[in-house]
């Protein structure tokens, strides 16, 4: 009886190690998220300024934006070498620290998409022209900037309040396709004129 309580714990401790290294791992392959704009949001004009907001943990590298005219369900329209170079953001070396005292670091400017990134493409709410802009910070492209649409910015200020910024992860709060349930790493904006 005592072999069996102890290969319980142990299998136990396993499967939290697993979980741990798992998490640690995800974690390691993120490098922030994107607060604005969000993912569906919905501009005046296409001469708007945007503002980008990025969080991330990771102030050495810069932060590209890179745009593209998209598909109807918020692709790239002509594939992932359609991009073309928008602007980059520096983050600062001033820290900001979450209520557990993890440094995070806001890095944020305004741009203006050029009209070479934007498609017509009239909807029923109103809008007719629609971009998607992909965020990459250092080597890890794309991989590692998460975005949200306005529901999941509602989940990650919830979760961020209670666990501190990595909170959110593995909560569901990021924008995800449907069809295979992974995180969306860009954003998809729409614009009336």
């Not at 004009?45 to 109807?72: G, M, V």
């Not at 890890?140 to 975005?147: A, F, M, N, P, V």
Request: aromatic share 12%; hydrophobic share 30%.
């Amino acid at each position: 009886m005592h072999t069996q309580r102890n290969n319980g714990k142990c299998r136990s401790i396993a499967k939290t190690a697993v979980f741990i290294g798992a998490t640690m791992t995800a974690l390691t392959l993120l490098s922030g998220c994107l607060t604005s704009p969000y993912y569906g949001q919905i501009f005046n004009a296409r001469t708007d300024l945007i503002p980008f907001e990025i969080w991330t943990y990771d102030k050495n590298q810069n932060i590209t934006l890179e745009c593209a005219q998209a598909s109807a369900h918020g692709g790239p329209l002509n594939g992932s070498g359609s991009y073309q170079p928008l602007t980059t953001i520096n983050p600062p070396n001033q820290a900001h620290f979450d209520y557990r005292g993890d440094e995070i670091y806001h890095a944020g400017k305004q741009v203006v998409i050029p009209s070479s990134c934007w498609r017509y493409y009239p909807y029923s709410d109103g809008t007719n022209y629609i971009t998607v802009v992909r965020i990459n910070q250092g080597t890890l492209e794309q991989d590692s900037i998460y975005t949200f649409d306005k529901n999941g910015l509602g989940c990650l200020g919830e979760w961020v309040g209670k666990k501190g910024f990595y909170g959110w992860f593995g909560k569901g709060c990021e924008k995800r396709y449907t069809n295979t349930n992974n995180p969306i790493k860009t954003v998809f904006l729409k614009a009336k004129s």
